[in-house]
């Protein structure tokens, strides 16, 4: 069965400094995305990074870079030089690829992070 | 560009009401998609839209919820008659097709009394 584990129910984080939030992933599709969402307390759910399962390279997008080991299953998000406005629930997502291609997203249960001034 | 819009955003009613809530996706993308998240959890898909077609409703409780995109742009989802339980959070998303990024709208925040 496809599930994105998240196991890190809440973090801390000093402002300015780098954090990483865990995400493992269990799927025996061939193909497949990786997605990081981040959800402030207004609800909306903000695109952050996307990897796919062939990429080569980390996916980097601007403070944000994906630590992606695929025989480990993991898919782990990097923050660097943290701002107050990164307190928030960041949610890691599977995309279902090939066979299937739903393009249906499998969601983790979440991780809050509170960058502490 | 335009995001996902959604309305209402709250949205509180007595239970064994109906209520429906209205997404209209960016401009373009003809996928669609509802997802429901429950306070604490990651969204969970309803339903995906390609253009006017419902490709994937396996989810969604068809004795209570429906959908529609009759037009393949904006969509209606309607929860007759709603139970406390479907209190939760209704995000719809868009895509430029299956394989595109979920762009996300604000949300409808439910509760039902």
């Known amino acids: 069965a496809q599930k994105i584990t998240q196991t890190q129910p809440g973090m801390f984080v000093q402002e300015k400094e780098a954090v990483t939030l865990d995400c493992t992933y269990d799927?025996?599709?061939?193909?497949?995305?990786l997605f990081w969402y981040k959800q402030p307390s207004s609800g909306e759910m903000i695109f952050l990074i996307y990897?796919?399962?062939?990429?080569?390279q980390n996916a980097t997008e601007g403070r944000y870079s994906l630590n992606f080991q695929k025989a480990r299953k993991s898919a782990n998000l990097v923050i660097s030089a943290s701002q107050l406005g990164d307190s928030a629930m960041y949610f890691c997502?599977?995309?279902?690829?090939?066979?299937?291609?739903?393009?249906?997203?499998?969601f983790g249960q979440g991780t809050t992070l509170q960058v502490k001034p | 560009e335009a995001g996902v819009v959604q309305s209402p955003r709250y949205k509180i009613i007595e239970k064994k009401q109906p209520v429906a809530f209205w997404c209209n996706p960016i401009?373009?993308?003809?996928?669609l998609y509802w997802y429901l998240q429950n306070l604490g959890q990651g969204p969970e898909l309803l339903i995906r839209?390609?253009?006017?077609?419902?490709?994937?409703d396996s989810q969604l409780p068809k004795d209570r919820f429906s959908a529609e995109r009759l037009k393949g742009v904006d969509s209606t989802l309607k929860i007759q008659p709603a139970e406390l339980g479907d209190s939760a959070v209704y995000l719809c998303?868009?895509?430029?097709?299956?394989?595109?990024?979920?762009?996300f709208g604000p949300g409808t925040r439910l509760l039902v009394l």
């Open positions: 998303a868009s895509s430029l097709g299956t394989p595109g990024t979920q762009y």
């Open positions: 799927t025996s599709d061939p193909s497949y995305g």
């Open positions: 990897q796919g399962s062939y990429d080569q």
């Open positions: 997502a599977m995309r279902e690829g090939l066979p299937r291609n739903t393009g249906k997203l499998i």
């Open positions: 401009s373009g993308h003809n996928t």
């Open positions: 839209y390609e253009n006017e077609e419902a490709v994937d």
